[in-house]
């Protein structure tokens, strides 16, 4: 039952939480349940900026099952304003139109479906920014 | 360190066994190691694979193949930690060597991935690697070293092409290897326009994955010497972790384990790396071959690709890289690969008799856990 692990990551999934380090400010994503590897200090969940900039990308041609009807697509490595770096799909934007530098914001998405049971998981994706 | 050898080496050609069980692959591979080193008595038995158990095509693996060697007794123990499988059975033999527990023992890897879809293949090595952030990310093995190629292109200012030369040298140099899954070289231009798997990536870029099983005996040279068995030695070993899931790492690509684990090798060996005669990389892609290469600290941070493009890497120069085709021609058995490049290794010693050195370099994921082994050849006749 793969299903069960999406539900359990669902929140800092949906919502873009990470981890801080009270001490050093550190920032991570996903989240870390230990401590923070910089400097050993405790962490605490954050809701974390939901802009940033693309640091670099890809156009995946062959993908997983789960994500095999939506070849070609596009994942971004992303640096949000706070520091933090992630990886996340870009959406809303063509292979094309995408540039190393653009700016970018977080929006809620449809990731996968799951065939049989018709599960379908949401998960924040990344697009151009507006304004 | 010093004093521990391998006298025996097996493999098969790495491609698709169709006809063939994972533990009969092994055991022709095993097969071959142990009469390379006259049969001897085996206490211990240390199988890497990296997907035997994920995929459900045998679980607890080692006992399997253990009982089909004919092993009455002795230790029998399975490794599954991705690329890095093998490498860790090799580095758990030696220990087992060291303490005294063992006189010989059997170490090595196997995997099959031709009895499983190609998709399932992939979301295994998906989940061995991160599941949380490659899955809601739709991010593949391949498309995470696609963005690390993107990023040193950006950084760098260095084009694809001189990244995917190592690709067209590791194809060069895997026609003069027996069990290499490619036997043909390629130019670049094939190469550049071949298919992309993930942008800027090509399957030239990726190396592709098989069967495939190799087994070592490794025993203590004071043995090897006694019984008049031609060895390699083990001079020394690192082995080092980098931080995951990746995204909390604050440089891409600098491959600090790798580093570490070269540093420790070379200097428990106590070698330089200038004396070094071959050098065999864990390229699994061709951008992870060249950030291994600075890793290693045989190219400057940024100049890896220019290096491999100048042809300073090529068979005829001082230190040769990927002198059996690297994992791109030789092809990608994961939990056996680290094997496979340490039989090549001691194929490599039988052909050139005088004493010369070589480093081994594997890992797990990218650069999630290096193994690094100093090797030299030598000799009872």
């Given at each position: 039952m793969p299903e069960i692990t999406e539900w359990r990551d669902r929140i800092w999934r949906y919502r873009l939480i990470g981890s801080r380090c009270g001490g050093c400010g550190s920032t991570y994503y996903p989240p870390r349940n230990s401590r923070c590897l910089k400097c050993g200090g405790d962490l605490e969940e954050v809701e974390l900026p939901r802009r940033g900039k693309l640091l670099s990308y890809t156009v995946v041609y062959q993908a997983p099952t789960l994500y095999k009807y939506s070849t070609p697509y596009i994942v971004g490595y992303i640096e949000l304003l706070d520091g933090t770096r992630l990886f996340a799909m870009l959406t809303d934007v063509e292979p094309d139109e995408v540039r190393v530098g653009m700016e970018l914001e977080a929006t809620l998405r449809k990731l996968y479906t799951y065939g049989e049971s018709g599960h379908i998981v949401y998960g924040v994706k990344f697009r151009p920014a507006v304004g | 360190m010093e004093g521990i050898v391998a006298v025996g080496y097996g493999l098969v050609r790495v491609?698709?066994?169709?006809?063939?069980d994972i533990v009969s692959l092994a055991a022709d591979a095993a097969s071959m190691a142990l009469d390379m080193a006259k049969q001897p008595s085996v206490d211990a038995l240390y199988v890497g694979s990296a997907l035997s158990g994920a995929l459900g095509i045998q679980g607890n693996l080692a006992i399997h193949v253990a009982d089909e060697l004919g092993f009455a007794d002795g230790l029998a123990v399975n490794i599954s930690a991705g690329g890095a499988s093998s490498g860790l059975a090799v580095l758990s033999g030696i220990d087992r060597l060291l303490s005294g527990s063992a006189e010989y023992v059997l170490v090595g890897g196997v995997e099959k991935?031709?009895?499983?879809?190609p998709s399932d293949v992939l979301e295994a090595i998906l989940i061995d690697i991160d599941r949380r952030v490659l899955k809601y990310s739709g991010l593949t093995d391949a498309g995470l070293a696609a963005i690390m190629a993107r990023l040193y292109m950006e950084e760098y200012g260095v084009s694809k092409e001189k990244i995917t030369s190592l690709s067209v040298l590791d194809h060069e140099n895997g026609v003069n290897n027996p069990y290499a899954m490619f036997r043909r070289a390629v130019s670049l231009d094939m190469a550049m326009s071949a298919p992309l798997v993930a942008d800027p990536l090509t399957i030239f870029d990726v190396a592709p994955y098989g069967d495939g099983a190799a087994f070592l005996v490794l025993t203590t040279k004071e043995k090897a010497l006694e019984e008049g068995l031609d060895y390699m030695e083990f001079l020394g070993y690192g082995v080092a972790r980098n931080r995951v899931p990746i995204s909390h790492r604050s440089n891409l690509l600098s491959f600090d384990a790798s580093a570490e684990a070269a540093s420790v090798a070379l200097s428990r060996a106590n070698i330089s790396i200038d004396s070094l005669r071959f050098v065999e990389l864990f390229d699994n892609f061709s951008i992870t071959g060249v950030l291994a290469l600075e890793a290693l600290g045989l190219s400057g941070s940024g100049s890896g690709a220019d290096d491999v493009w100048s042809g300073k890497f090529n068979l005829d120069r001082q230190v040769s890289v990927d002198i059996m085709g690297g994992l791109k021609a030789r092809g990608h058995p994961i939990g056996a690969t680290g094997a496979y490049q340490l039989c090549e290794a001691f194929m490599r010693f039988e052909e050139a008799p005088r004493r010369e050195y070589g480093l081994v370099h594997m890992m797990s994921g990218f650069d999630d856990q290096a193994i690094v082994f100093v090797v030299g050849g030598g000799g009872s006749a």
């Open positions: - | 491609g698709e066994y169709w006809a063939k991935v031709s009895d499983n879809l």
